[in-house]
């Protein structure tokens, strides 16, 4: 079987007093997403809602910050929701850190993470759907198996969201602040390798001249 990921866009909307839930949709059938692929409905239905699924932080093993249970709405797309791991030990220090950096930008910085469904592609094939553009090409997704949901950065698949973010304000502060410094060491390491691209491009033309 074909591996998979596949990212949705999650936004905070309001606070209720469970903690560590997050909620919304996982999967929208019948788009293209920004890989030219289309999920059809009936892949959706194939997917096993009984189970419960890791949830990770971008798609890293070594980084489980809670589970998922996901499920159907009125209109079929998958709709997921998520329990973060922010346990804590006898003096109330966080034991899952990466689970409580990601709740604490959601839910004290409005952070607009992304949510990305992994598995495998069980059953596919190639055609042609129609769109509000007219008929495109695309891979048509007939049935997919979900292993895990991760909260990522960037998204592929349009017309998802989280919808609730659970929780109270006893949120570390620290915690946060080094969620914005590497969010900060990530963008200065894109700069510089667009920086180096560049630069080789540049000097690679010279050669050939």
Known sequence: MEQFNKSVKMVLKQDTEDKGIIEGQ???????????DYFDKTALDKVDKDKTYFLLHMHDWSKEIGTLKVYQDET????????????TDENGNALNLDAQKVYS???NNGANYEMSVGGFLKQREFGKVHTDKGEVNARIIKE???????????GAVPGATVQT??????????????????QK?????????????????????KKTK
């Open 165 to 182: 973010v659970k929780g109270n304000n006893n949120i570390n502060k620290k915690i946060i602040k080094e969620m914005i410094i590497c």
């Open 26 to 36: 996982l999967v929208t059938h019948s788009v293209i997403d920004s890989y030219g």
């Open 144 to 154: 997919f198996e979900v292993v895990e949901g991760s909260v990522v950065l960037k």
């Open 76 to 87: 079929g797309n998958l709709k997921f929701s998520a329990k973060l791991d922010l346990s």
């Open 105 to 107: 930008m959601m839910k």
């Open 185 to 205: 060491n990530i963008e200065e390491l894109k700069k510089r390798n667009r920086e180096k691209n560049t630069d080789s491009i540049e000097k690679a033309g």
